[in-house]
């Protein structure tokens, strides 16, 4: 498999050597670490048939985080830069620049702690004690596999499938719009450490986009994509919908021209057993499992961003080890499966692992950093990633999903008298904490004895998170993960590709309509 990225092919040894020259030269630096990554993508789209723009190009960026002591104390200091082709012909030149702004913030940051340490005393007798720095160093290489390179597809080839797609979809009755966007190509990560990390890890990425705006008796519009990091193999049918990227946009594009002609839902009185399908709980364990799961939220370094998590208010007051949901509910982050939210290392160098954050309905565990791990009195488990390496870290979820249970899917609807079925989702909308929520769905159907019924358009649920917990009966077996491109999260903002799902599942909550 052909995993070039010719122009940063010896990245990894001037990344390397820059790191043991600035490391040997400052005697007072504790630690450090160089992320160094690029990318090259291909890029099309059609709107309504014709072409819309397309591009080849490639970019790079390299970020630099130091610890520094004073007075016992340590502190951090990063500094990040994108890169041209330029900087890159330089890049042992801009390291140097770039480690030292990173070494000078490391050293203001620690004088000041040691200043304010002082001051207050037993106040804060733990700034400075973490043992973030503890872990494994790893020497790897690793290469994420694909069939079909991305990069086999010529531009030229890339316009013309989004045109033709884009044609296709627009013979569709019912359609008024669309707007369809192909991109391939491969990004490569770097990270070294004075502790001895030297990793770099290479992977594709292939990504179809579809939008369709339907005008019947209402006007819907609704967007999805399907992706993986793979090769163009996804557009083949190997993803997570089964099928092709032209068979997913026709689908999306006869499902909303279906839509528009169904009625609006009406807000229900009370709750109403609902069974949610993979998809729509893609976006349910994203944003109610998800995100309260990343330490930095939960001990509030998110806050200023809708960033708390309910079931953790400080460490006196949180659900840990707490029952905070139906025994049949357990929610996991997999680093190892396929989807967006695969990889082998994070961006501190360690070594992703599986974690539970909900067992069999109680709260066991959080994505976190080699810091807050150390606060929490827990194991780094490889949470810590950034949009790109100019960026700072920031803790995220990968493939984050709710756990298959024991239930046939038909079980669940012959077991469901009458209720709500919930297809896909649209738009989430949460609490602070997150601790209660509204997310809409693409489709919702009436469930009468078992049977699917009546269609209708903007439907969705709306709980407090606790109580919707609790009221999970059923857990399907159809475990499926759908892959998200566009977490948003940090400030200023960061976009993350992650994988969310689950199965089939049941259970009890508002329906929110239009009206």
């Not at 400075?128 to 290469?143: H, I, N, Y």
């Not at 967007?223 to 946009?249: D, H, K, R």
């Not at 006869?254 to 893609?282: C, H, R, Y």
Request: proline share 3%; with cysteine.
């Amino acid at each position: 498999m052909d995993f070039s990225l010719g122009f940063v092919e010896n990245a990894k040894d001037r990344v390397k050597v820059g790191l043991d020259s600035f490391s040997k030269k400052n005697p007072s630096l504790f630690y450090a670490d160089v992320r160094f990554e690029a990318g090259i993508f291909r890029v099309a789209e059609a709107f309504n048939g014709n072409s819309k723009g397309a591009f080849e190009d490639f970019d790079m960026s390299v970020g630099v985080r130091a610890f520094a002591k004073k007075d016992g104390m340590t502190s951090a200091g990063f500094a990040g830069k994108a890169l041209g082709e330029k900087q890159l012909q330089n890049l042992s030149g801009e390291l140097k620049q770039i480690f030292a702004v990173a070494l000078k913030r490391a050293k203001i940051n620690a004088a000041k702690k040691s200043v304010f340490k002082k001051k207050h005393g037993r106040l804060v007798e733990q700034i400075g004690t973490v043992s973030f720095l503890q872990e494994a160093s790893f020497v790897d290489e690793v290469r994420y596999p694909f069939k079909k390179s991305p990069l086999d597809l010529s531009l030229e080839e890339i316009i013309s499938r989004t045109e033709k797609n884009s044609i296709e979809v627009s013979k569709i009755k019912g359609v008024a719009s669309n707007e369809i966007a192909l991109a391939c190509g491969f990004n490569k990560k770097v990270f070294a450490s004075t502790s001895g990390s030297l990793i770099e890890q290479t992977w594709p990425v292939t990504e179809g986009f579809c939008y369709v705006a339907a005008k019947g008796k209402a006007m819907e519009t609704f967007y999805n994509w399907l992706g993986n990091y793979s090769g163009i193999e996804v557009l083949e049918g190997e993803n997570e919908f089964s099928q092709t990227f032209e068979e997913f946009s026709q689908n999306i594009a006869v499902g909303t021209a279906e839509l528009s002609n169904a009625p609006a839902m009406k807000t229900t009185a009370a709750s109403q057993t609902v069974i949610t399908d993979p998809w729509f709980n893609g976006l349910l364990s994203h944003e109610v499992m998800g995100h309260p799961s990343e330490a930095d939220r939960a001990l509030k370094k998110e806050a200023a961003w809708a960033g708390r998590a309910w079931w953790y208010n400080g460490v006196d007051d949180n659900q840990f080890q707490k029952s905070v949901g139906s025994e049949q509910l357990t929610v996991f982050s997999d680093p190892s499966l396929s989807g967006y939210g695969n990889y082998k290392y994070d961006d501190e160098g360690t070594k992703a692992k599986k974690v539970f954050h909900i067992k069999n309905g109680v709260l066991t565990d959080f994505l976190n950093s080699v810091e807050t791990s150390a606060i929490l009195g827990a194991q780094p488990n490889g949470g810590m990633r950034a949009m790109a390496a100019e960026h700072v870290p920031l803790i995220r979820m990968n493939n984050t999903a709710i756990a298959a249970g024991g239930w046939g899917k038909e079980e669940i609807f012959e077991d469901t008298r009458e209720g709500y079925y919930l297809v896909g989702h649209k738009t989430p909308s949460m609490g602070e904490t997150r601790a209660n929520f509204k997310i809409t769905c693409w489709k919702l159907y009436k469930i009468e004895n078992g049977e699917l019924g009546q269609l209708y358009r903007q439907g969705g649920i709306s709980s407090d998170s606790h109580t919707f917990f609790d009221s999970i009966d059923a857990v399907g077996k159809d475990f499926q993960l759908y892959n998200i491109p566009n977490c948003g999260k940090g400030t200023p903002m960061q976009t993350m590709k992650v994988a969310n799902g689950g199965p089939h599942l049941r259970g009890k909550a508002i329906v929110p309509g239009a009206h």
